[in-house]
């Protein structure tokens, strides 16, 4: 019954299992940057910047390709159900969005650019949906990992929220939440679009750049 409500997020109550370890192996390099692909270990000097932003492989692509970004990776956050599948994800019952994961170095991109790209690469305005993609799992959201990344979101969050309803859009519905426990997804789902380089690509942008 759950399955026709998949923009509704699920309750603890109603969540998926999952499970205590990951369903499958991952891959020891980034396929394009040559970098670590698990970065559970940051190197010192580095910073962590988590967004959903509608289907994962087109964010990851926008990311790898900014200057100052050392690694990504497309993940499950903001979830409930532990080590979830992508078929699960896509079910709305594990709570979590389609996410990107970003180590950057800030001496060379700052957190508040890679946020102000966040915005003009999706539509911040669409609740459970990018586009024609549908449910949950495609909702906005930053994550942040320090109380500065926090700061720094809420702030451009209200920056660009006046900028857009200013140009007649709706109200942003990003999520704003502490960074919990990021899943890695499928070695499929990783660098995608560098494997399949005519793959699927959703960027329900506004068109609006973010304000100078």
């Given at each position: ?51 959903g932003l ?85 909702r906005s ?15 451009l969050t ?55």
């Amino acid at each position: 019954m759950f399955a026709s409500r998949k923009t509704e997020m699920v309750d603890a109550e109603h969540a998926l299992p999952g499970r205590a370890a990951p369903a499958f192996p991952l891959p020891e390099r980034h396929e394009v940057l040559g970098t670590p692909l698990v970065t559970d270990e940051v190197p010192d000097g580095m910073e962590v910047a988590v967004f959903g932003l509608g289907c994962f492989w087109g964010a990851e692509e926008i990311y790898w390709q900014t200057p100052g970004v050392w690694s990504t990776s497309v993940g499950y956050a903001g979830g409930i159900s532990p080590n979830p599948t992508y078929e699960e994800v896509c079910t709305g019952r594990t709570g979590h969005t389609e996410a990107v994961r970003i180590v950057f170095d800030p001496a060379q991109v700052s957190y508040a650019d890679l946020v102000k790209k966040f915005f003009e690469v999706h539509d911040p305005t669409q609740g459970m949906r990018q586009g024609n993609d549908i449910g949950t799992q495609y909702r906005s959201a930053i994550y942040y990992t320090t109380p500065e990344q926090e700061q720094a979101a809420r702030e451009l969050t209200k920056i660009y929220g006046d900028e857009i309803s200013r140009r007649g859009y709706g109200e942003i519905t990003t999520e704003i939440e502490p960074a919990g426990e990021y899943y890695y997804a499928e070695p499929v789902h990783q660098q995608y679009l560098h494997k399949v380089p005519n793959g699927y690509r959703c960027h329900a942008n506004t068109g609006i750049p973010f304000p100078a």
